[in-house]
Every structure is written in C-alpha cells, then in structure tokens.
C-alpha cells in the first residue's frame, strides 16, 4: 500500500480513508481538488489532523471529505503533528456525511455568498430563546450589514457551514434580513480642475436611493467597498443628480493605482 494513489473519479475519499483504517497504517493522505489542496493525518489507521485553505482539525477533515473530484497520494511516514482529531474513523466518516447534508441545506437557504446579512435586533435580544453554542455567538459581531457571507468567513476562519448555520437560526427566528447590495459599475476618470480637487469616487444619486432603501444604510452611505481585479478598497463617495447611473467615475491617481482603464468595469457595494 505504499503507493496508494488515484483518482476520485474511480474511488472515493471515504473508501480511501476505510483503507487505510483497517489496515492500521501512518502517514499523509495528501488530496487534491482543483485549487484546493489538503492533507489528512493517519497514525495506526485513525484521522488525528488535517490542514486544508487554512482549516484544521475535524472541520479540515469535513471538507476535505467532501472532495469528489482530483486525486490522492498517500505517503506512508512518521506523522508529526498535535493530535486534535479524537473520534474513531467511523464517527468522523458518518459526521463528514451529517456535515455534508447540513451543507446542501444551507446552500439552498443562502445561494449567494455575495449576499450581506443584516440581524433586525440588537444586543440580547437577537439571541433570546434561541438555542446557539458560544461559537455561533462569536460570528455575530461579524454579522454588521457591510460584510457578504465570503468576507465573514475570511475575517472568522470559520467555514460556509459554521457561519451559514448561523445565519439560519437567525432568518428561521424571523431575525435575519439578506440583501444582495452590489452593482456592477463601468470605470470613468473623474476630471479635476485648478480649483477642484478629485478625491473621492462619484457615483449616480439613484445608487445612494436604492441603498437607503435598505435597512442597515438607513442613514446614509459615504464609503463604498470597491472590488477591483487585484483585491478590494474602501473609498469615499459622493453621490451627483447628474452622474451616468451605469458608471463609477474616478481620480486618475486611484486608477493608475490600480491599474485600470476606462470602460474596465468593477463591483461596488456600501462600506462602513
């Protein structure tokens, strides 16, 4: 078996795991899916860790079961890693397929990580009489109506099904709102004059009334979160009666800084 390796489309992760489980073996169980890379720990036939995007512990474990595509390679060596996976391979297996469905379910609730979710109630009152473990209690500071569902999970490390589950608790008590605040808008250069100085982003007003339609910017929008090719930015705004509604104009030091050009298009959505 020292050269357990394949393809996930002719066997699965779980068969590969029940292998290597009762045949008592150590060493890494490396698993590749596309971009995403993990690694299973096996010491005498039992998961004790496993790394993936960050991951570790049985959640790694979770995701990393639920590749179905890509390959594997099991390297047979002495493992050097902290024990924190403490379940037989059985409970972590039938786990793995609880998680599995718990994802499905949420997916169907949530579709859209681009989503922002918004809570209608504040302080104790979110929580009361519902059922949440101190770690779903955690991501709530996170839930502040400007992060989507993908800026959550990067800010918490935790993943979709952890802040997904969350959320759902929420939204079931009638205490969750999603919006879906982003536009596409078209780069334009902002043209400043000896007596005017371009340095703030403008945008058409219709934008900033759309927004103030939705709850968590009630009272205003004045920085816009910015996803460029290359990452995200947080600018000033202002909002003109007179502006192009499809476009987003610009200084051009911000656009050299980023690299863009007229016409190039980016996504914009309301930042704290």
Known sequence: MSNLKGSLDSISLVDVAQLLHVNRKTGLLKVSSGPKNGVLYFMNGEVVNAEVQGLKGEMAAYEILEFHTGNFDFLPTTVQTPQIIRRSVQDLLMDSARVSDSRKRLHGLFPSFSAVPWPTLSGDELTQGLKMFAEEKK???????????????????????????????????????????????????????????????????????????????????????????????????????????????????????????????VKVRPAP
């Open 139 to 265: 991501l709530l500071p996170f839930f502040d109506g400007y992060r989507d569902f993908t800026e959550i999970m990067e800010s918490t490390g935790q993943n979709d099904v952890a802040v997904l589950q969350t959320a759902a608790a929420l939204k079931e008590a009638g205490r969750l709102e999603v919006f879906e605040p982003e536009v596409t808008l078209r780069v334009g250069l902002l043209k400043s004059g000896f007596f005017k100085k371009a340095n703030a982003l403008e945008v058409a007003k219709s934008h900033e009334d759309h927004w103030k339609a939705l709850m968590p910017y009630a009272l205003g929008v004045g920085n816009l979160r910015v996803i460029w090719p290359k990452g995200p930015a947080v600018y000033t705004v202002k909002f003109t009666a007179e502006a192009d509604p499809g476009a987003i104009l610009m200084p051009k030091e911000i656009m050299d800084g980023w690299e863009l050009s007229e016409g190039m298009t």
